[in-house]
């Protein structure tokens, strides 16, 4: 087996060599992983697809679909209405999506949420409820829809009241930038009609996707500011650990998978996958409820169970 060090060198040398006018974005990607188990297993995917054939080999075996590969309970968020302005909520990443045998997503999915700290129901019970909604997400496959399914779940997701004074700080503070003209062009057109454009600025945020360039163009248009990202498309650790050849375009196929209903400023160009960010675009951490007791805590079943049924491939 590979040592961790190991890894994580290969792995940040795979970005470099993929993203080859961006090295200085490629370092190592260990952002936080010392931080809890939980955060190890969050930054590390790299790891955990290197080991993975070793510690569940018995899972090798089962058939190899386009799977979300990253998962674990961070991963959840609402986005930014789909085509018909309906609030959606499900899986908001695909950054490290690859065909890998089907059950190694729910297995990761169950181990971030075991690692947890001070889980409010036992592992075991957050494991079961897990495998009972993923198997619901096979059975009858769709979105989740905030106004139509799940409707207790719209409770956590308001966000807090500093939420849109922060994003806009947040953003003021990425320092302006150059992006490639290819690109330059494509975040333009991504911008609504006859928005005027302030500046293009470079931004760093997350843990195993540091090794990826990210670009942001800010506009004003209608009155407000509007923002797109673009986050170079970089093939999954999955390919790396396994010496596959891949491109980076499997997260863009899952993302507009059958089965969901994507945001339509979702696309890729110019070897970047585009998008929307605002404030009204949250991250919906699952495990501080997870690790809630009381009254609040008797969401974590129900929640853990949801969060299995949108985890199933597209």
Request: net charge positive; aromatic share 8%.
């Amino acid at each position: 087996m590979s040592s961790v060090s190991g890894d994580i060198e290969g792995s940040s040398a795979g970005c470099a060599s993929t993203v080859t006018s961006s090295k200085k974005f490629c370092g190592p990607r260990t952002n936080g992983c010392a931080a809890a188990p939980f955060d190890f297993l969050r930054a590390t995917y790299f790891r955990w697809s290197a080991v993975a054939e070793k510690l569940f080999p018995d899972r090798m075996a089962a058939p190899r679909v386009l799977t979300v590969g990253d998962i674990h309970v961070e991963k959840y968020g609402t986005w930014r209405r789909d085509a018909d302005a309906r609030l959606v909520w499900g899986i908001n990443d695909f950054d490290e999506a690859a065909l890998v045998p089907y059950p190694l997503d729910v297995v990761r999915l169950a181990t971030s949420a075991s690692l947890v700290p001070r889980l409010s129901i036992s592992a075991r019970q957050a494991c079961t409820a897990i495998e009972t909604g993923y198997l619901q997400g096979l059975k009858h496959p769709r979105p989740m829809l905030l106004h139509e399914h799940e409707p207790w779940l719209k409770t956590l997701l308001l966000g807090p009241p500093d939420g849109p004074s922060r994003f806009w700080h947040a953003m003021d503070e990425c320092p302006d930038a150059k992006p490639p003209q290819r690109l330059r062009r494509a975040l333009r057109k991504s911008l609504p009609d006859k928005a005027a454009i302030e500046r293009f600025a470079s931004r760093r945020r997350g843990s195993v996707s540091l090794g990826r360039p990210r670009y942001l163009v800010m506009a004003q248009w209608k009155g407000g500011q509007v923002v797109r990202e673009a986050k170079a498309l970089v093939p999954s650790a999955w390919y790396w650990a396994h010496g596959s050849r891949k491109s980076g375009q499997a997260g863009t196929a899952l993302a507009r998978g059958r089965f969901r209903s994507h945001y339509p400023s979702f696309v890729a160009k110019a070897g970047y996958s585009l998008r929307r960010i605002a404030p009204d675009a949250l991250k919906i951490a699952i495990w501080p409820v997870l690790a809630t007791r009381g009254s609040a805590g008797a969401c974590s079943p129900p929640l853990a169970r949801t969060s299995g049924r949108y985890a199933r491939h597209s």
